[in-house]
């Protein structure tokens, strides 16, 4: 089955780092590719997608990269805030394979220290 | 900006007792769905609601659990015997239907079942 594997947390960083969080995916179809964050406290949210191959997500400064060849979609900032400071979630759907349930990693926290 | 709710957002409950989870999903949404996490475990996908019926159910939803619409704006997660690994924060999450793919989350509901 489909399945999403993310890097363990957690990580700290200082303000102004740079950040990786690395995600790779097996799925029988082509899917769909997600980053959610949960801030402390709150639901789910989504961050950002890509529904293709070279597709490009962005949003608040975060990216990520849906890659086809290397089954992966890390999720990348170049200078993180404290208020970045959330756990985030990759996931993957496969409507191509019937499916819009979100399958997702164990999740990875970051901590941004000032 | 429109979201979805849960309510309660803490729940404790002695084991082999009934359980109901409600949700609240955004008027327009034609997709419903629940999702669990055990705490330091994977989000898990339980089970999907379209048109007034379950569309997909993962193993982990079995005879304990059902779903309904009973009045056409709350969604409900029952659990008709509570165990000790029922244990988790429940999400609820929803979706307008069409290309977006987009599926927002409520706060979440955490169960702890003693």
């Known amino acids: 089955g489909d399945s999403v594997t993310q890097m363990e947390g957690p990580v700290t960083l200082s303000e102004e780092a740079f950040l990786t969080i690395n995600c790779t995916y097996t799925?029988?179809?082509?899917?769909?590719l997600f980053w959610y964050v949960q801030y402390p406290g709150e639901g789910l949210q989504l961050l950002l997608k890509?529904?293709?191959?070279?597709d490009k997500g962005s949003n608040k400064g975060f990216e990520a990269t849906y890659r086809k060849e290397t089954t992966s979609f890390h999720l990348e900032k170049g200078s993180v805030q404290v208020s970045d400071s959330a756990v985030y979630f990759c996931?993957?759907?496969?409507?191509?394979?019937?499916?819009?349930?979100?399958?997702f990693g164990k999740g990875t926290k970051l901590s941004v220290i000032p | 900006e429109p979201e979805v709710t849960q309510t309660p957002s803490h729940q404790v409950t002695q084991m082999g007792q009934e359980v109901i989870l409600r949700c609240v999903p955004i008027s327009n949404h034609l997709y419903f769905y629940w999702y669990r996490q055990i705490l330091g475990q994977k989000v898990e996908f339980l089970v999907s609601?379209?048109?007034?019926?379950?569309?997909?159910k993962s193993e982990i939803f079995d005879d304990q659990f059902s779903v309904e619409r009973p009045d056409g704006s709350n969604f409900t997660l029952k659990i008709r015997s509570t165990k000790l690994e029922d244990s988790a924060m429940y999400f609820c999450a929803t979706y307008e239907g069409g290309i977006q793919e987009t599926q927002y989350f409520g706060p979440g509901t955490r169960l702890l079942v003693l």
């Open positions: 890509a529904t293709k191959a070279d």
């Open positions: 609601f379209y048109n007034n019926e379950i569309s997909e």
């Open positions: 799925a029988t179809g082509y899917p769909s």
């Open positions: 996931a993957l759907s496969d409507p191509g394979a019937g499916s819009y349930q979100l399958t």
